[in-house]
């Protein structure tokens, strides 16, 4: 906004007093909506969106699991204010109050060639312990980053037989 420089140009302190007529022309708006800002600085809207952000992020401090749409009713219904679900999910949106249980969804990638050629070939039973043993690692994401679990399971008795947790994927264990 623009308006705050023109008042700072044409103060009677200002260095190099710059008329008000002048600013507005040379930033490309008219001299009523410069004064207009000047008797009411802040608009309604803005007003009133700041208090309805004030009232949900209290709302979202009492329980950071709502999000937008539970911090819509308890304002409406709780507190009596007047706001509709599309302005508080924006509000929510814009000011980052986000529910701490959300969906993650998918990148879009899909899954590369497989890493290693198939031995098992999809026949995954076992007439003795320890003939068959089966890996996976999968990719788990914490407060504190991934993390990431490979566990090796024998066929015949269904059991982990050993795993290794780490927050690096490392070809060496």
Not at 16 to 40: I, K
Not at 60 to 88: C, K, M, N
Request: glycine content about 6%; overall charge neutral.
């Amino acid at each position: 906004m623009m308006y705050p420089l023109v008042l700072e140009l044409a103060a009677p302190e200002a260095p190099v007093r710059v008329p008000v007529a002048v600013t507005c022309r040379v930033l490309g708006f008219s001299r009523q909506a410069f004064y207009q800002w000047c008797a009411n600085p802040v608009s309604d809207r803005d007003w009133e969106e700041a208090h309805l952000v004030n009232a949900a992020l209290d709302i979202h401090a009492e329980d950071p699991t709502f999000g937008y749409r539970l911090i819509h009713d308890e304002l409406v219904h709780e507190q009596g204010l007047v706001a509709s679900e599309t302005r508080v999910g924006r509000l929510c949106s814009e000011n980052r109050i986000l529910s701490v249980i959300h969906r993650r969804r998918g990148t879009g990638k899909k899954a590369g060639p497989p890493v290693h050629d198939d031995h098992v070939r999809r026949d995954f039973t076992a007439t003795a312990p320890n003939l068959l043993w089966l890996t996976d690692i999968t990719e788990h994401h914490t407060g504190e980053g991934k993390l990431y679990l490979c566990a090796v399971k024998d066929v015949y008795s269904n059991r982990i037989v050993g795993y290794s947790i780490d927050s690096r994927m490392k070809a060496g264990r």
